[in-house]
């Protein structure tokens, strides 16, 4: 899970600091911040940056400085400071608004993000990164006409890039022209031929496409590949990450653990940033999202999801995760109503309206289930589970016809699921009296659970045949 949520969010002295770098004023002051509890040589090297720019404060180089210190320990508020303070005494140098743009997205604020990172493009405007990083931005805000005209500009000088190829992909799939999506996912697979998203990305557009034996295959390498992506060469940000070499770069840990499912560790490193700086927001989502999966900060995340949201109440991620974590706990009332939250502020959160639906139909709200699963489902049509879940609640309501649709859509996929799908499919025709097409469903479960499993299944598969006429 990539970083994309920091430190102190929204708090109004950054805010006000963004303005007047923007729209003038006095030039910012150096921020203060706080070293109690870090590494020695973390200590070091912020105060050591800090003194530099006191005793240099004409000088946007020692600002900017500090900035990169700042940033590169993941301090990103007081950094965004020390970088707007830069800007104001060095406007045309590139690094600074470039530096700015990266840390106003890991606070979760994309749009202003954008601006700045726009702004460093008109001054080095063939940045390739920076080109890269705005269509990223672009895309998650909803403006996939100009994302795709900003990944264009990164294919024009490198055609092989994979990361453009693949967001192109993606800029096709959100406007519903498939066949475009597929051959830009396509050569961002020849490009970086362990791409695993791009893998995924192919799969979904071949399924839709009909075309289920090649998106079985892509999405097989998806799984091999899940966590390998093209290699990012950036030169400006390897200053900065060059800065952090040899010190616990905690959050950047975290990432890798929560990939591989290494909740203890991830929980263990979170509450290490959260030891130094109780209001990392970064680290509270983390561990909200660890929360889904593992129980061991049950007792706790009422009050990681209470910081996390006075942090910043617009995030819906933030709702998402919590609701889930309480789903899991089985507290469904608490959940649906934090997961409503993450549908009004992202209506098309596909997740979240899953989510929902498990909670309302957990609490008896078969009818409220089944609209949240076709929500989900009008925002991402690939969603395999909220098809095979409305399938379930629809057939739990008496209404197999309208369950047919979606299960023939998940069995395009050949997965352990798809034994499941196909006991379903023979209900749904049963249920709607055509006994020969229940009973050709049901067989076929039969004969893949007989060579598969799961062996708990057969019994309800030799059930379903005996109750289905020929």
């Known amino acids: 899970m990539g970083r994309c949520w920091a430190t102190l969010a929204g708090i109004t002295v950054f805010a006000a600091a963004v303005l007047d770098s923007s729209c003038g004023g006095p030039v910012p002051p150096l921020p203060n911040p706080s070293v109690d509890g870090f590494a020695a040589d973390v200590r070091e090297a912020v105060l050591a940056a800090h003194k530099q720019a006191e005793a240099e404060p004409s000088r946007g180089s020692a600002s900017g ?5 700042l940033q590169a320990y993941a301090l990103n508020e007081p950094a965004a400071l020390a970088y707007q303070r830069a800007i104001r005494l060095e406007p045309k140098e590139f690094a600074w ?3 700015l743009a990266l840390v106003l997205q890991q606070l979760s604020k994309p749009e202003q993000a954008l601006d700045a990172i726009s702004a460093a493009l008109r001054i080095r405007p063939d940045y390739a990164p920076a080109l890269l990083k705005r269509a990223d931005l672009q895309f998650d805000l909803g403006r996939f006409q100009e994302s795709g005209a900003s990944y264009e500009a990164v294919l024009a000088a490198d055609p092989n890039s994979a990361a453009a190829l693949y967001g192109l992909g993606r800029v096709n ?9 597929e051959g830009f996912y ?3 697979c020849l490009a970086y031929p362990s791409y695993g998203a791009a893998y995924y990305g192919l799969a979904v557009v071949e399924r839709s496409l009909g075309r ?3 998106a079985t295959k892509n999405f097989e390498l998806a799984k091999r590949y899940a966590d390998h992506r093209p290699p990012s060469e950036d030169p400006v940000l390897r200053d900065v990450v060059e800065l952090s070499a040899g010190a616990y770069n905690q959050l950047e840990q975290s990432d890798k653990l929560i990939e591989k499912g290494d909740w203890d560790n991830a929980v263990r490193v979170n509450h290490e940033v959260l030891s130094r700086d109780p209001n990392n927001l970064s680290a509270l989502m983390n561990l909200l999202y660890v929360a889904r999966f593992t129980d061991k900060i049950d007792g706790e995340v009422d009050d990681i999801y209470s910081k996390a949201r006075k942090l910043n109440p617009r995030i819906p991620y933030i709702h998402n995760h919590y609701g889930a974590a309480m789903l899991r706990q089985g507290k469904f009332a608490v959940a649906v109503t934090a997961l409503r939250k993450a549908v009004e502020l992202k209506p098309d959160y596909a997740e979240a309206h899953t989510w929902l639906a498990e909670a309302l139909d957990r609490q008896g709200h078969p009818r409220e289930a089944a ?7 009008a925002a991402e049509p690939s969603n395999r589970l909220a098809e095979v879940e409305l399938a379930r609640v629809l057939l739990s309501m008496g209404r197999g016809k309208e369950a047919i649709p979606p299960l023939t859509s998940a069995l395009q996929v050949d997965d352990a699921r798809t034994s499941l799908v196909l006991v379903m499919l023979g209900e749904a025709y049963r249920s709607i009296g055509e006994g020969a097409r229940a009973r050709q469903y049901l067989e076929q479960a039969l004969e893949r659970v007989r060579k598969e499993g799961p062996p708990e299944l057969l019994a309800e598969i030799e059930q379903e045949l005996r109750q289905t006429s020929r």
């Open 65 to 69: 400085r500090l900035g990169m210190v």
């Open 97 to 99: 608004r470039y530096y």
């Open 173 to 181: 799939d959100s406007r519903r022209n498939p066949s475009a999506a």
């Open 186 to 188: 396509r050569r961002a």
């Open 212 to 214: 289920p034996e090649e």
């Open 371 to 377: 609209e949240q699963f076709q929500s989900a489902l």
